[in-house]
């Protein structure tokens, strides 16, 4: 289940709390109003008693049930009293009226005392209590339904009822504007946030309207600041790294250049001197063909120096990957055509579209097949296949060398890294070079069947 949040908390809080306090309050306010309405009714029966008590002294003196029986059904006429009766001292029944009425009933008594005096009449309270039973001539009944009064009160309490729900919806109503108005900007920081996790450091947060709200906002504001000063220095610290990994690079290569330069042109210069002096003409071509194959190795470390070093921005376009590799392949079969290695080209007939730098990618796939074909000492197979799934295309490049040394399997693409006494150590760094610039990856593993495996994969849409 997910975790609720701050705005769902704050509203079944409200529910709670407002709901237990209408609840109490009207439950207090019913009981209050049910203990009033009741005792003012029964004050209101024992008030018709007494004054009834009161003016049937006389008729009950003098035995007069006719004016009896009048002032009974008289006060039958009061609503809710069902039931008058009038008896002397002794209980004989004086005056007895009724009519008919639904239940519940209740009944109440009064007795009938002999007043003395004239200030006895006036004293109401008085002339009916506090006398002594030897005083008490009669008894008055009143009995009187409740269900009026039930009704009033059954009525009063689902006033109450739906007043307090009232109360209640009215109350969660405003609570929830007012817990909107408390979150909404707790909200919108949380997505601010994550809008700066998505990458936009530049993005800044609008102070809110309460102050708690403000406050926040400035504080991360001052975060996102101190995360873009952060960027931008880790960015300088990173051009750094790279110049002095480039000049460290830079004079790593300067004293193999003062190495791999040296010889060369010391066996051309000694070639020279020979050939200055007066000497067999078959020794002579010998020499030639020395500083021909010495020139042409300078130039090929100078000019796998320069490509590395000064490495081409790739230009992207619309590429075909598997024609681009057919293409990679045909310009070096045409350069190893007088060798005795074989190439067994495996490669989909379905083009495979991407956005890519054929020149580059042409002279990354050269490299690893003149790493292949050197390997193999100029015999043996070359296998190549290709390898696709949703999002990437690969190229498998297999060679029958004797694989690559385990200890040297993380280095063979680093910059000036050869283990052949002719190898500049820049084709497979270069390669490595081209392909992370397309967003790709390779890698080399040695195969069970003996030989080195490269892979070289690029990432297409």
Request: aromatic share 8%; glycine share 6%; net charge neutral.
């Amino acid at each position: 289940m997910k975790n609720p949040g701050i705005h769902f908390r704050l509203l079944m809080a409200a529910f709670l709390l407002i709901g237990a306090t209408t609840l109490t309050l009207g439950y207090m306010g019913v009981h209050i109003t049910h203990n009033f309405v009741q005792t003012r009714f029964e004050e209101r029966m024992l008030f018709l008693a007494k004054y009834l008590a009161l003016n049937s002294e006389l008729g009950i003196l003098i035995d007069e049930r006719a004016m009896l029986q009048r002032l009974a059904r008289n006060l039958l006429s009061e609503k809710d009293v069902v039931r008058v009766a009038i008896s002397d001292a002794l209980g004989d029944c004086l005056a007895d009226v009724s009519r008919n009425s639904p239940s519940p009933r209740a009944e109440i008594e009064v007795p009938v005392y002999l007043t003395e005096t004239p200030e006895e009449s006036l004293s109401f309270q008085w002339s009916i209590d506090g006398k002594p039973d030897d005083q008490k001539i009669g008894m008055v009944s009143i009995t009187y339904t409740t269900m009026g009064i039930d009704r009033l009160l059954s009525i009063m309490k689902i006033r109450f009822i739906w007043l307090s729900i009232g109360l209640a919806v009215f109350a969660m109503i405003i609570f929830y504007f007012i817990s909107r108005s408390l979150v909404s900007p707790v909200t919108y920081l949380v997505k601010s946030v994550r809008k700066v996790a998505q990458g936009d450091l530049s993005f800044r947060v609008k102070p809110g309207r309460l102050p708690e709200t403000r406050n926040l906002a400035v504080a991360v504001n001052v975060m996102l600041d101190s995360l873009e000063n952060s960027r931008k220095a880790l960015e300088e610290a990173n051009l750094k790294m790279i110049r002095q990994k480039t000049l460290a690079e830079m004079g790593k290569f300067s004293m193999m250049i003062a190495h791999e330069v040296k010889n060369p042109l010391s066996i051309i210069k000694s070639s020279l001197d020979i050939l200055k002096k007066d000497i067999n003409p078959s020794y002579r071509t010998t020499m030639i063909e020395y500083i021909d194959d010495e020139v042409k190795r300078l130039n090929r470390l100078i000019e796998d120096f320069l490509l590395f070093a000064k490495p081409a921005t790739p230009n992207f376009r619309t590429v075909d990957l598997n024609q681009m590799l057919h293409t990679a392949i045909n310009r070096f079969c045409i350069r190893i055509a007088n060798s005795d290695v074989e190439i067994k080209a495996s490669i989909e007939e379905t083009p495979c579209i991407a956005q890519a730098d054929p020149d580059l990618l042409n002279r990354a796939v050269d490299n690893v097949l003149k790493n292949a074909f050197e390997a193999d000492e100029n015999q043996g197979t070359i296998d190549i296949r290709t390898l696709r799934n949703e999002n990437e295309w690969s190229v498998q490049i297999a060679d029958q060398g004797g694989g690559v040394d385990t200890n040297n399997m993380e280095k063979i693409f680093e910059p000036f890294f050869t283990t052949r006494s002719k190898g500049t150590g820049l084709g497979l760094a270069f390669a490595s070079q081209v392909v992370k610039s397309h967003g790709g990856a390779i890698s080399a593993r040695n195969s069970d069947n003996g030989g080195a495996v490269f892979t070289i994969t690029i990432p297409y849409s």
